[in-house]
């Protein structure tokens, strides 16, 4: 005959009784209920020698189906109580031991208070981690990014680096959308980097899986005076970064022991365990990521319940799962405002992760199996990151083959795009959204730069036909792109204002000088065009004279000269070549000298009294002044290349 009992860990409030009653079994040898036994169950241990807790039967006889049972009213103080319920001496299994842990009356708010504020470390942890290392590898990270080649395997790795850098998919597919809809990517070269970025996120699961909170505190005093007294820029975002590294297990620490007290809660355990049904768990994965929008934070959640031994690996997978889904939001949430092309990157993660739902939402418990085969000393934290990478790891083997498959699946879903009438200028590159990113925001309001750039040698070509030819139509069009060119201005100086000033480094900080310098070069050029050089050509194509033909001819090859040095400060601003920057230095001289020999020229034909020479003189000096004081801005922007020292940070 002996003594059993179903569970023995249970929980309640503090003053309160149980939620259910302490009960015992007795069998015979055979198995059968037993009745008529008497059980003694009595208080062994509590938290507080005056602690008042109390049973209400101290002996109690088995029923027909040999249960005993009492009931256990928690004393006044929170910790463990333990209760002894005992047959008599002789008989194997004569004891049964429970456990009841009580906690305080506002327990509940004590609990999500610290989920929250574990969950806000955690969050803080990771943008700090996330921050620094973009700052330490931040112009590494652009350049990478923009030179995407259609190599799969290249763009997946790429994918990989900067998600890894980032530590966020969900900011690396936003990034895919900005670029997309500012026209620097193509939809199609984004599907490899985004299944790359599916591996690099699972880099954060793998080391909150190393069990390192112990020195979480050590790595955020470590990270802290790395910062606080390195004067080298990159030391100081390291330290951050290990600040961050720090904050982020300090944030799991306290969200594990938040979480100690649901092990012994009943309604609890029952509720985790339906999420061992894989469709339950991915809705719930789904939601409760799509709501945090990060899937790190989530998979550290999964872990930290996992720790506890709240879940099951079996319950973890279909989360790590949902959880895949649910990252899709930050970036559909993104391309909301974007373009069609910007729409369907988002459109096209959100396919990705669904097919590795079809993959593995049939195979979760065979996947578990396979992973406890595979690394059978691993720990359920390590288990559960090495799901996230296999999940993420297969889907990239499977899916990176046919990517054009899946690229033109995307179109058919996408459709085609509506046509609409004829849009309102506006800015095509700068996005808002990215101002929180130096290193991305500032390559963004140079190619919007670059386009003001090419409206101004645009205006500077359309100014020379009312002068030679008398035709004053191209006016009008230079006077629209004078307000395009203010509009651009205006909107890239605002742009920079909200790029966050704090995140840069020394060469971010001259990078910007150098871009709004260039710009004011380009406006000043625009102003003399249509302010100066626009208004002269409306009142000399009104006038009754006309130019010598060798006045003409020397306009029109100054012009050319003067608009080819405009073109090759766009070549110097945009590549940052240096060799054409000493060419423009070279032809601003020979330029000037060849002004004053035009003027020469032209005094040389009033001596010998031309009289077209004599009534045009004043507008073809002032049109040659102002070609030179266009050549001189140009230059400038080639000046500015040279004396910036790109070495220096």
Known sequence: MGLSSENTSLSGTCGQSLPSPIKVRVRDGSGRPVSGIQVAFRIIAQPDLGSDASLSHLLVSTDSSGQAQTELILGSKPGPYRVAGRIEEGFPDNEVIFTAKASRKNWIWILLISLSGGLGLFLFGMHAMSEGMQQSAGERMRSILENVTRNRIVGAGIGTLVTTIIQSSSATSVMLVSFVNAGLMQFRKTIPVLLGAAIGTTITAQMIAFKITEYSLLLVAVGFFIQAFTKRAKLKYVGYSLFGFGILFFGLEIMSDAMAPLRDYAQFIDLLLRLESPLVGILVGAVFTAIIQSSSAFVGIIIVLASQGL???????????????????????????????????????????????????GWTVQLGKLLQQLTPEASLPRLIANAHTLINGVLMLVVLPFTPQVAWLVDRIAGKPKEKGKQAFGTLYLDQGLTSTPSLALNLAKQEILRMGNIVRTMFSLVIPPFLKKDASTLGEIYKHEQEVNFLSDSIKAYFMKINRESMNNRQMKESFQLLYSLNEFEKIADIISGNLATRAERWSLKNYDFSEQGKKELKQFHEKIEKQLKRSLVVFDEANLQQAAKMKAKHKEYRNLSRELEKQHYDRILEGMTESIDSSKTHLEVLALFSTIDSHATSIARIALDWDPKTS
């Open 311 to 361: 879940l099951s690996l079996d319950a973890c997978i279909p989360l790590l799962l949902g959880s895949n889904v649910g990252t899709t939001v930050t970036a559909l949430l993104a391309s909301m405002r974007a373009n069609a092309e910007a729409k369907k990157v988002a459109l096209a993660f959100l396919l990705i992760k669904f097919i590795s739902v079809l993959i593995f939402a």
